[in-house]
């Protein structure tokens, strides 16, 4: 019985912890603060592979036994 009630308490305090935790969790900032500190800490390089890059790439894809498209 007193097995029982123990992990009955042990299990009721891990889901309420949880909760709890996420409540008390720091206000996300607005979206356009957000945005503005991570753009300029690390600029976004999308699309800009440059040649050296791409052929590196085919090389350890040819090494590692990948067939390349």
Do not use: C
Not at 12 to 40: I, R
Not at 54 to 59: M, Q
């Amino acid at each position: 019985m007193k097995k029982i009630l123990v992990v009955g308490v042990a299990i009721l305090a891990v889901s309420t912890s949880g909760a709890l935790a996420k409540k008390a969790a720091k206000p996300k900032a607005p979206a356009a603060a957000a945005a503005a500190t991570t753009a300029a800490a690390s600029p976004l390089m999308f699309g800009q592979v440059s040649a050296a890059d791409r052929e590196l790439y085919k090389r350890n894809q040819h090494d590692s036994g990948i067939k390349a498209k």
